[in-house]
Nanobody
Framework: QVQLVESGGGLVQPGGSLRLSCAASESVFSIYFMGWYRQAPGKRRDLVANIFSPDTIQYTDSVKCRFTISRDNANNTVTLQMNSLKPEDTAVYYC??????????WGQGTQVTVSS
């Protein structure tokens, strides 16, 4: 069965905002890493933001001060709030979770398009 479900992608104008969510099933537990990657056509999949257990947060330089990653432990959810979006943010965004037991889970991907 599916373990990760992503939502929140869409089309926005430059300067706009989107919020991406990734909900993990209850069978996913003992989480070590929760992160968001993005991939544009013909390019590699790059890490955008992540949380290491217990609460260490990291961002790639291009999204610092614009994106915010957070988690809701009660609902087993990780969220990416994206503000001041730029055309170069256009990509498919993927949620990734790694457990202490080294199990790896990927979301199905959600399209984010920033265009005027």
């Amino acid at each position: 069965q599916v373990q990760l479900v992503e939502s929140g992608g869409g089309l926005v104008q430059p300067g706009g905002s989107l919020r991406l969510s990734c909900a993990a099933s209850e069978s996913v537990f003992s989480i070590y890493f929760m992160g968001w990657y993005r991939q544009a056509p013909g390019k590699r999949r790059d890490l955008v933001a992540n949380i290491f257990s217990p609460d260490t947060i990291q961002y790639t330089d291009s999204v610092k001060c614009r994106f915010t990653i957070s988690r809701d432990n009660a609902n087993n959810t990780v969220t990416l709030q994206m503000n001041s979006l730029k055309p170069e943010d256009t990509a498919v965004y993927y949620c990734n979770i790694i457990t202490f037991g080294r199990a790896t889970y990927w979301g199905q991907g959600t399209q984010v398009t920033v265009s005027s």
